[in-house]
């Protein structure tokens, strides 16, 4: 994969737009060199020696695999003065580690160490199953490994309260109704105009981040090129390529700082370790693969991320001006409130699985929430029209309700999917094809919407639809729902990760599933990252070559079929992009999940 392959954008803006943008960058412009403009400070060499305060919190888990430590560990690394102001809780960085019962308390002394970078819009607390099934993998072969699932500094921004009391009801109250939770109450969801700091948080400081990390927990520069592997999921995969390829000293001619040599070597979970955005924009059938599709190139639908047609300079000031949005983030569907309301959805579904779902006529009717809900629960493109039924008008569990937003057969963006089983409804209910967004009888955009068969409920004010778990599927009391065409909407060997899990790992974790703020910057400068002011920081292009890697491919997600053929990719049947994280230890048909079982004898011999 070429570190300066062609981005190819499309016109986001309006002409209006483009000339305040013009107008902002003549403000804001670096000088020639790439020197920050007047009034700004420069970010320090090597920030990664500087002391920084050190909290590590137990973390109480429902999880069924106890014999795995999980702590949060939270580190005081400031961010530079250049970035402006912003919250204190912003200058510490955080992770979840995973360590095995029976291994060493001390990091230094673990046989190996996994740091994974999250993809877009996702946070540490995704990575949940894979960290306990590879860490406790490792430990049945006598190894003692840890795994350190990071978290991006815009999570800061987010107020998990309510999620974290445990209760539906009280988090639903903090959110909507102005109740207080351990003394403290909601202060709304944060808009753009409120986070202008995070316009200067794009690949430099998310790259260094990791690099201050490391420093900080394993000061050893020696043991950490022994010791870590660096990979992530996603566009973590991406990330990961980059910090590979990074001069962090400002020294091109010396080595020991650069990414490549904190890592022993490198793993891909449903990505590559690249330093663009090629392989997930790829030849996905959207459009013609010059990016005149569905998609921008970010598996997220069109107009998500700005255009970046004007450059480097422009963009960043279109951000730092507000122009732009610092966060990524539509109207509806994708945004803070509605991936907010998806952790209450899965504290409902961990809670009372299947118990009759409340939630939704429980929080306000407000458009975010109600289109929304329209976009990912309409049968058709009249009922989404028409708003009419709603999914208010069923009867469904709590875990329906999870599934319905993100199962493969139900949810409708493929970034977001996983494979936890199907609708079902003891009572007879019917269910039918779901042919919103697109139908079943058309291809559609395999990149944006996923290849399997949808399905929804079909009767409002009608039987109870409850949620048939992945290891139910094909199980002798299985109904078998079928397709207008008698092709059942899924099979045993389609289905992979527990919902029951799932749910856990939404409500459960201190550091969540979602990354509700994503810096717009962050997406903005990979995409832009031939321009010589980030070009120039990649001065180590055979890093991501210097390092033995593991690529993992999820047989039906997002890369299926089109990953080059060099990166001689594990491929798992059935999976979809999110089971990669997600995947139950034991699988239909008794065998064991192979990317913790891969993955941990991959860190015993990299």
Known sequence: MSA????????????????????????????ADGTPAKGATAAPADSGTAAASRTETPVASTSPVTDVVETQVSLRVPLPASVGPHPERCDRLSYLRYRSASGPAASA????????????????????????????????????????????????????????????AKAVDYYYGGGEVDGRRFSGFVTSDQA????????????????????????????????????GHSLGGVLTGVFATWDFDGNPTTTADAGFNQCAGYFALDTTISTS???????????????????NGT???????????????????????????????????????????????????????DAESAL??????????????????????????????????????????????MDDNSAPLAFLQTSVGLFDSPGGGRITDKEFPVSNDVQGSPALFGTELKAIPDQPDGPLYTWRNFDRVGAPDDPVHRSKDGTPFTTAAKEVSDIR??????????????????????????????????????????????????????????LAGRVPADENPVVLPGYQHLDVLTA???????????????????????
């Open 360 to 405: 939704l006529d429980s929080v306000p009717r407000n458009t975010n929430l109600d289109v929304t809900a329209r976009t990912l629960f309409s049968k058709d493109a009249g009922v989404f029209l028409s708003g009419k039924p709603t999914i208010r008008d069923f009867r469904l569990t709590n875990a329906a309700v999870l599934g319905a937003f």
């Open 584 to 606: 139950a230890p034991v699988q239909n048909g008794g065998g064991r999940e192979q990317i913790s079982v891969r993955l941990s004898a991959f860190a015993d011999k990299p």
């Open 299 to 353: 598996l997220l639908p069109k107009g998500t991320v700005p255009d970046t047609g004007l450059g480097l300079t422009a963009v960043r000031a279109g951000l730092r001006t507000g122009i732009l949005p610092r966060f990524l983030g539509l109207p509806v569907v994708l945004n803070p409130e509605t991936m907010n309301l998806l952790a209450i959805g899965g504290l409902a579904a961990r809670n009372a699985p």
């Open 277 to 295: 955005l090629d392989d997930l924009q790829g030849n996905s059938g959207d459009g013609d693969g010059n990016g005149n599709g569905s998609l």
């Open 4 to 31: 300066t392959g062609t981005h190819h954008t499309r016109s986001w803006l309006r002409a209006g737009a483009a000339g305040a943008l013009v107008v902002a960058l003549l403000a804001t412009a670096p000088a």
């Open 109 to 168: 002394a673990a046989d190996r160490i996994l740091v994974a970078q999250p993809g877009i819009l996702e946070g540490a607390g995704a990575f949940d199953s894979v960290a306990r099934n590879t860490v406790r993998a490792a430990a049945g072969q006598g190894r003692h490994i840890e795994f350190w699932a990071l978290d991006r500094r815009s999570n800061c921004l987010e107020d998990n309260t309510g999620i974290a009391s445990g209760d539906t």
């Open 501 to 558: 899990e799932l749910a856990r790992s939404l409500a459960e974790q201190p550091l969540d599933f979602t990354e509700d703020y994503f810096p717009t910057r962050l997406v903005t400068d990979i995409q832009l990252i031939d321009d010589p002011q980030l070009a120039r920081k990649l001065v180590h292009p055979d890093g991501l070559t210097a390092n033995p890697r593991v690529t993992f491919l999820a047989g039906d997600g997002i």
């Open 196 to 231: 202008g700091w995070l316009s200067e948080v794009g690949l430099e400081q998310t790259v260094r981040d990791q690099y201050d990390l490391l420093a900080a927990e394993l000061p050893d520069q020696r043991l950490r090129k022994e010791k870590v592997l660096c990979g």
